[in-house]
Nanobody
């Protein structure tokens, strides 16, 4: 059983900054990737940013240049630094992790956090 616990959401004015954190705990073999998705009412969950164990990152076009995803492997923690926030960034942000397995025949598996609300006022 693995758990992802997010923190750092809140309310901020447009142009402001927030930093989200997500720590993975429990029993797992390895973490292949971690990242963040977000969702607004009536819409599908969408990618914000991910980072793999090797370091490559992937960002949604809408956040490039404003958001930075990073990871502390020793702490099994992923961060999302959000700068120059816009009202359209308002959403519930979900932490994501893909966990590896010791046996190649067993597929990696995904886990999600409970979500943290980010609200950006205009």
């Amino acid at each position: 059983q693995v758990h992802l616990v997010e923190s750092g959401g809140g309310f901020v004015q447009a142009g402001g900054s927030l930093r989200l954190s997500c720590a993975a705990s429990g029993r797992f073999f390895s973490i292949n990737a971690m990242g963040w998705y977000r969702q607004t009412p009536g819409k599908q969950r969408e990618l914000v940013a991910t980072i793999t164990t090797g370091g490559p990152t992937n960002y949604a076009d809408s956040v490039k240049g404003r958001f930075t995803v990073s990871r502390d492997g020793a702490k099994n923690t992923v961060y999302l630094q959000m700068n120059s926030l816009k009202p359209e960034d308002t959403a519930v942000y979900y932490c994501y992790a893909r966990f590896g397995t010791p046996v190649v025949e067993v597929d990696p598996y995904d886990s999600w956090g409970q979500g943290t609300q980010v609200t950006v006022s205009s």
